[in-house]
């Protein structure tokens, strides 16, 4: 089945994509919450992840279990939080004309 979601760019700090191996034993809201605290444990896509992936197995699910999560990282961080980008940050952009953590520029896609 396709499902569509529309993302909130304003809130929304990462997405993540899974089989239905996942899915089928993970609800949506607890996948949101282990992939929440995984990154602020952790801070890092791939291991949370891994994490979803490992609990999706723990739960009994028998089908093809794969997963992955895409942080929106041009979105500036909550104050306080760990990692956060500071005002005067610098844009220095990289090969592909993207500022760090930022979408590329429109003549760069």
Do not use: Y
């Amino acid at each position: 089945d396709i499902t569509i979601h529309e993302v909130n760019w304003d809130d929304d700090e990462f997405v993540i994509l899974a089989t239905d191996g996942v899915w089928d034993v993970i609800s949506d809201k607890d996948a949101v919450r282990m992939v929440q605290r995984s990154l602020r444990q952790f801070s890092n896509e791939e291991k949370a992840a891994e994490e979803l992936v490992q609990r999706a197995r723990q739960r009994g699910s028998k089908d093809d279990c794969t997963a992955m999560v895409v942080r929106f990282g041009w979105l500036k961080r909550k104050e306080g939080e760990e990692g956060a980008t500071d005002e005067n940050a610098s844009d220095q952009e990289d090969e592909d004309g993207a500022a760090e953590g930022g979408a590329p520029e429109e003549g760069n896609r």
